[in-house]
């Protein structure tokens, strides 16, 4: 489980033991923590294909729950690219594509 689901269990448990010594300013702001990690969530799932749009995902979140799985993706993507790169260039050397690694 990721760190934004168990934070998301964890604040449902908040709201579901609030009683009537909970303002409802805190119950808003609970509520309002587990909107953004939902929304945050979309956001991430929509974008964790395209490196461009994860690092506009790691610098504009604010709650950031999945920011380490989103710093994580590029890289086999990128990876992945400097090869094709590589053979789609016969002529380049076997060295240029293990300098990009």
């Given at each position: 489980?990721?760190?934004?689901k168990l934070e998301?269990?964890?604040?449902d448990h908040?709201?579901?033991s ?6 409802e ?19 991430y799932?929509?974008?964790?294909d395209?490196?461009?749009r ?10 950031c ?19 094709k790169?590589?053979?789609?260039d ?12």
């Amino acid at each position: 489980m990721n760190e934004a689901k168990l934070e998301q269990i964890a604040l449902d448990h908040v709201l579901q033991s609030c009683d009537t010594s909970c303002t409802e300013s805190f119950r808003k702001q609970v509520q309002d923590r587990i909107a953004l990690i939902e929304a945050e969530k979309k956001w991430y799932q929509a974008v964790q294909d395209d490196p461009a749009r994860l690092r506009e995902y790691v610098n504009e979140c604010r709650a950031c729950s999945f920011r380490e799985e989103a710093l994580a993706e590029p890289k086999p993507f990128e990876q992945q690219q400097a090869y094709k790169t590589h053979f789609a260039d016969p002529g380049k050397p076997a060295s240029a594509f293990l300098r990009q690694r």
